[in-house]
């Protein structure tokens, strides 16, 4: 339940500044949700169906519904390993995505608020898919005993950690790619701090999934999928968000690029219309 505590503080501190009608960034233009950000920011642009109904269903899922005594397709003779004395919580790799939302919108560009929203729907969606899997298949964990039989023990796949830093580094690396570094690459395919950029989020993302299989926290199968799970989802929301920032910029620019132009004389009265297309 980390989670939703962490995205609903962030959350509230956003509606605090969009109820203000304050720029979160002195230096940032408008926001390309409307000239300034309003309420609707919190329901729009698929916020309903992708951040706020995912979380209600984690948190109905947590509550309701139990794992099965008996793993859907893996053994019931899976555990046994050693347990590690410490785990990396789940509330960091949680934190790590709102931390990337909010640099993302510091960076002041135009695309920011899109994909800043465009994070959380990756986050939250992926969330309830990894808590629907890991209660339908119920696997035990690398650590589980029939002494340590708790519902925690019996969800193993996918791992939920992975899913997230997976999403994360992911998500990061697009927005990186089209909203960053393309202002600085000019001529150049791809400058090396753009290629350790991408190398480092990958081995932190990787490092994520390892920490899981150390400490014996998840099996590698259960990475992998989780790994699978948050790049997918990271890249149908980078590509959702993508579209609709472009939809409003294409629109914007035509708006800007239409001019009419009056003309009174003594013998007439006459209006130009100029466009570009």
């Given amino acids: 339940m980390q989670y ?46 992708f951040i706020w109904a995912p979380m209600l269903g984690r948190v109905a899922i947590d509550r309701y519904w139990k794992p099965d005594d008996e793993p859907l397709l893996f053994s019931a003779t899976e555990g046994g390993a050693a347990k590690s004395s410490w785990e990396v919580p789940g509330a960091a790799v949680t934190g790590l995505g709102i931390g990337v939302g909010f640099a993302m919108i510091a960076t002041g560009d135009e695309s920011r608020f899109y994909h800043a929203k465009g994070m959380a729907e ?29 519902g925690g023990e019996l969800m193993s ?11 994360i580094a992911t998500y990061a690396g697009l927005f990186l790619h089209d909203h960053v570094f393309a202002k600085y690459r000019g001529d150049r395919v791809l400058p090396w701090y753009e290629g350790l950029s991408y190398v480092g989020l990958a081995a932190g993302a990787s490092a994520i999934g390892a920490e899981r299989i150390l400490h014996n926290r998840h099996h590698l199968s259960d990475v992998a999928a989780g790994a699978a799970l948050g790049t997918t989802t990271s890249l149908l929301f980078y590509w959702y968000q993508e579209r609709r920032f472009q939809d ?17 004389t003594n013998e007439s009265t006459t209006v130009g219309l100029s466009f570009r297309f």
């Fill in 4 to 49: 939703v505590r962490a995205v609903v503080v962030a959350t509230a501190l956003l509606a605090a500044r969009v109820a203000s009608a304050q720029p979160l960034t002195n230096a940032a233009p408008p926001a390309p949700e409307g000239e300034h950000l309003d309420l609707s920011y919190l329901w729009d642009g698929g916020a309903v169906p």
């Fill in 122 to 150: 990756t986050l939250m969606t992926g969330a309830l898919l990894t808590g629907v899997l890991k209660l339908s298949f119920s696997r035990h964990r690398p650590d589980w005993t029939p002494e340590t039989d708790k």
């Fill in 157 to 167: 796949f996918p791992s939920g950690h992975s899913t997230q830093g997976f999403a």
């Fill in 248 to 264: 409003h910029h294409r629109s914007s620019e035509r708006i800007k690029d239409l001019a009419i132009t009056p003309s009174v």
